[in-house]
């Protein structure tokens, strides 16, 4: 890296930091010896070179926690197809995992609109609330 991009990467970590740490772009732009905009376009670049990586990771990890479930799962297979019960619920327990993971089981959200009101409702809007359910032994 020459000198200069060298110096440019660090000014950028130092705009991060002080950002960080509650500073306006006018404040951090002066202690730089620089313009407020660089200032500014400083942060975002760190800040988008951050979610590249942050993001780039979560997707890794997705990746390996759902080669682990494969694993459990054939590992499970053989005693589910015996009919073993404890085999069988940890096979839902895999999959709803799985399913987690995937967001297979995301809410459905359903719109209602009439004379200029919308409402949206999701399916856990139609369950009574969790004080009456224990109420009632649910």
């Not at 950028?12 to 404040?27: F, H, I, P």
């Not at 660089?38 to 759902?66: F, G, P």
């Not at 004379?115 to 009632?136: R, S, V, W």
Request: overall charge neutral; some cysteine; charged content about 30%.
């Amino acid at each position: 890296m020459g000198s200069r991009a060298h110096e440019s990467a660090e000014r950028r970590q130092k705009a991060l930091e002080l950002r960080k740490n509650g500073y306006d772009y006018r404040t951090i732009a002066k202690a730089l010896n620089t313009t407020v905009k660089t200032a500014y376009l400083d942060v975002q670049k760190c800040l988008e070179e951050i979610r590249a990586n942050t993001h780039e990771t979560a997707e890794d990890v997705l990746e390996l926690e759902l080669k682990r479930l494969d694993i459990a799962q054939a590992a499970l297979m053989p005693r589910v197809r015996e009919g073993d019960p404890r085999a069988i619920d940890t096979l839902m327990r895999v999959q709803e995992r799985r399913a987690k993971y995937l967001g297979l089981d995301a809410a459905n959200k359903v719109e209602i609109s009439g004379k200029g009101i919308i409402i949206n409702l999701t399916p856990a809007d139609f369950l009574p609330p969790a004080q009456e359910q224990h109420e009632y032994g649910h």
